[in-house]
């Protein structure tokens, strides 16, 4: 069995806030995602994620564990049509598992299935090499560094930004 992608559903609520609840992670992702994490906090993304029209994100399921992250894509509005931001987080006890390239990997051929979209992009605080990684690995380049863009637990960071061309990702299937 291996890693399996599926919408978000009301009962991942708790794995969901229990995995999220923790510094670590929330010192990897932006603000918007709250600490502490609550399980309201959780069903809140959830509901938001299921009414919208603008985003495809996934619970990320991984064998003999369950739920242990979420990826997705955020579709943008013009000027910017065809892009999608891509976002992920994987639970620390999971971390170094491959989870997050292989989740990546999933939610880019599902992404780029749908015929308008012709880019995906994410973004990484310039200390967060791992992530980075799952990006290269993924066929990702690096296209612009934000010099001091990124105020995190009172310190500022540059914020990298990595891109996949649709021709980019065929060529690499």
């Not at 600490?35 to 619970?59: H, K, M």
């Not at 509005?77 to 892009?83: K, L, N, Q, R, T």
């Amino acid at each position: 069995m291996t890693l399996q992608l599926r919408p978000l559903q009301p009962s991942d609520a708790p794995a969901l806030a229990k995995l999220a609840n923790n510094k670590k992670i929330w010192n990897h992702v932006r603000d918007r995602m709250p600490f502490p994490y609550t399980q309201q906090d959780a069903a809140t993304f959830i509901g938001n994620v299921q009414q919208s029209e603008r985003a495809l994100v996934r619970a990320i399921l991984w064998p003999n564990a369950g739920f242990v992250g979420t990826v997705g894509l955020h579709f943008r509005e013009a000027p910017y049509d065809g892009s999608a931001e891509l976002a992920y987080w994987i639970g620390e006890p999971y971390w170094g598992c491959g989870i997050a390239s292989s989740a990546v990997q999933k939610v880019l051929a599902l992404g780029f299935a749908r015929s308008e979209l012709r880019r995906i992009y994410a973004t990484v605080f310039s200390f967060n090499r791992s992530s980075a990684r799952v990006l290269e690995r993924n066929g990702f380049r690096q296209e612009v560094v934000a010099r001091a863009a990124i105020l995190k637990n009172n310190q500022v960071w540059d914020e990298i930004t990595f891109g996949l061309l649709r021709a980019e990702y065929g060529a690499l299937q």
